[in-house]
């Protein structure tokens, strides 16, 4: 089951603004995956992580790896309407657990 | 990039009868599959892996004579719900593990069972 703390649950900010949310774990993860679903979709996946101190872009998007390898962050910069959706976190340790947190719902005012 | 298919998309089925979910992979080889079930505003929740060739692996708490899973070929996976009944209805997905450590996602299946 569930095993990731991600935060915060929900957010509801203002077109342009700066998005930040994170996950933690209390067992080390090799690999950190950041996803976004859409309603009835499948989750897509955004950026991936596999090393420590991992910094890693994509577009207005930035995840990186926890230095003690128990926790992620995500930016979503100068956010949009279409960044709506739910965001989750998912960690494995050994590539066949991956577990994922409960998501973060963002909404995004225009 | 590397593509599941999952089929159907929705699924409507009177109580007690049995459903098939299936997942393709389409350009690649899939020896592990993997099984998920969401709740309404809830996160995913691992109910199995699926192995080519073997039987698949339940999570605690998931009925394996409930959700028979089939992995007949690296390429398909098959996620049979049985006897369902109201509390079965859930948003099912599968995905598999692609090359360099990152996992495809299938498009999900509503099941509603009445």
């Known amino acids: 089951g569930q095993q990731l703390n991600q935060s915060p649950q929900s957010m509801f900010i203002q077109e342009g603004e700066d998005v930040s949310m994170n996950c933690t774990s209390s067992s080390i993860f090799n690999t950190w995956l950041w996803y976004k679903q859409d309603p009835g979709e499948g989750p897509v996946l955004l950026i991936a992580l596999y090393k420590a101190g991992e910094l890693t872009s994509n577009g207005r998007l930035t995840a990186q790896f926890g230095i003690t390898r128990k926790d992620s962050f995500l930016n979503i910069s100068a956010s949009i309407p279409s960044d709506v959706g739910i965001y989750f976190c998912a960690g494995s340790a050994r590539g066949d657990d991956m577990r994922f947190g409960a998501g973060t719902r963002l909404t995004v005012k225009p | 990039g590397a593509v599941v298919s999952q089929h159907p998309s929705r699924v409507i089925c009177k109580s007690g009868t049995s459903v098939k979910i299936e997942c393709r992979s389409l350009d690649f080889q899939a020896t592990t599959m993997f099984w998920y079930r969401q709740f309404p505003k809830q996160s995913l929740m691992l109910m199995a892996t699926s192995n080519e060739g073997s039987k698949a692996t339940y999570e605690q708490g998931v009925e394996k004579d409930k959700f028979l899973i089939n992995h007949a070929s690296l390429t398909l996976s098959t996620l049979t719900v049985t006897s369902a009944h109201p509390e079965d209805s859930s948003f099912y997905i599968c995905?598999?593990?692609?090359?360099?450590?990152?996992?495809?996602f299938g498009s999900g299946t509503r099941l509603t069972v009445v």
């Open positions: 995905s598999a593990r692609v090359q360099g450590g990152g996992y495809t």
